[in-house]
């Protein structure tokens, strides 16, 4: 098995580094409101959802964006909640290995999918309570979105 990659490696500081004391429907609708203006800045035609489990806290499909991108966005926020971490991490461990979402781990395509762009909502002293997700660029390009909004937002 090969060594960790740099993109790893810095997508776990990124995990370890972007936590909230705390985290409220008026975070999530801030942070929805900074990610649709950083998204229309870069006219990236994407949707933006941040959900708990069980209950969506903010959701806006931006002009450009299909369907799809709803569907992906619950598969890549799935993989949060499943896995604890990042999206874009489970993507980079996954192709390290050789492996992908699929029966052979037990997780159906059709709920999960390993690309990058859902980041968890991590509390500290507490674990992970939402998802943060962006679909429609590229896995690493929605990653940066959500991250470079988090990180001015939990400066």
Partial sequence: MSDISDSEKEVA???ERLVFKTFSESDAWDLGQRLVGRALAHEAPVVINIRTPNRTLFHAALPGSAPDNDMWA???SNVVFH??????????AHKRKGRTIGPEIGLDIKDFADHGGSFPVRIKDTGVFAAITVSGLASADDHGLIVAVLEAYLA
């Fill in 13 to 15: 500081a990124q995990e």
């Fill in 74 to 76: 619950r598969r890549k």
């Fill in 83 to 92: 896995f604890h971490h990042a999206s874009y991490a489970i993507e980079l």
